[in-house]
């Protein structure tokens, strides 16, 4: 079964410095896909990047870029110049493709991001 | 527009209530997602609908009824809640056919059963 895992329940960080948030999974299936989303206080929970498990490259969006390794199955976010605005839960998905070929996510746990003034 | 309108945004209702909950979109989405999510936990999967036909149903109770009755709406239909049923409901859409395409989710209900 496809499972995603998030080590870190919380992170707490100084404004400007990069962060590294961990997502490893495992799943048998050659073709995936690995997603990150931020979820602030107020509850929507916003895109930020994706990696295909075919991409030769590192997804990359604005300040966002995702580690790809995937020999150690492994998909670590990182957020480069952090800011205020950052703090908010930060959840790993891993698309599955459920009963009937409807995809459907499957989620880590979240880790929580604090970033000090 | 892209986006996923979610009413209402918070929602108070007693054990004997019946309520619903609305979920839009107009990106053309055929895919269609409600999600409950607890305090510091992950989004948890309750209902997939794709074409308007429920595709995915992970053993939720009776008591959620999901509906989709065109490509743009879906409800999700609430009788005989229970206070541990108190959470925040997502709903979310999708393009069918891209399999690199993001869910897109709206801002939530924030439900408390009394």
């Known amino acids: 079964a496809q499972k995603i895992t998030q080590t870190q329940p919380g992170m707490f960080v100084q404004e400007k410095e990069a962060v590294t948030l961990d997502c490893t999974y495992d799943t048998s299936d050659q073709s995936y896909g690995l997603f990150w989303y931020k979820q602030p206080s107020s509850g929507e929970m916003i895109f930020l990047i994706y990696?295909?498990?075919?991409?030769?490259q590192n997804a990359t969006e604005g300040r966002y870029s995702l580690n790809f390794q995937k020999a150690r199955k492994s998909a670590n976010l990182v957020i480069s110049a952090s800011q205020l605005g950052d703090s908010a839960m930060y959840f790993c998905a891993m698309r599955v493709v459920g009963d009937q070929g409807a995809q459907k996510l499957v989620f880590g746990q979240g880790t929580r991001l604090t970033i000090n003034p | 527009d892209t986006e996923v309108t979610q009413t209402p945004k918070h929602l108070v209702m007693g054990m004997t209530n019946k309520k619903s909950l609305k979920c839009e979109q107009h990106m053309g989405h055929r895919a269609m997602y409600w999600y409950k999510q607890k305090a510091k936990k992950p989004p948890e999967l309750m209902f997939v609908?794709?074409?308007?036909?429920?595709?995915i149903n992970e053993s939720v109770p009776s008591r959620f009824s999901p509906e989709c009755p065109n490509s743009s709406l879906l409800n999700l239909h609430l009788h005989a809640l229970q206070p541990e049923d108190s959470a925040l409901y997502l709903c979310?859409?999708?393009?069918?056919?891209?399999?690199?395409?993001?869910?897109?989710f709206g801002p939530g209900t924030r439900l408390l059963v009394l």
């Open positions: 990696q295909g498990s075919y991409d030769e």
């Open positions: 609908y794709s074409y308007e036909k429920l595709s």
């Open positions: 979310a859409s999708r393009p069918v056919g891209n399999p690199q395409e993001t869910q897109y």
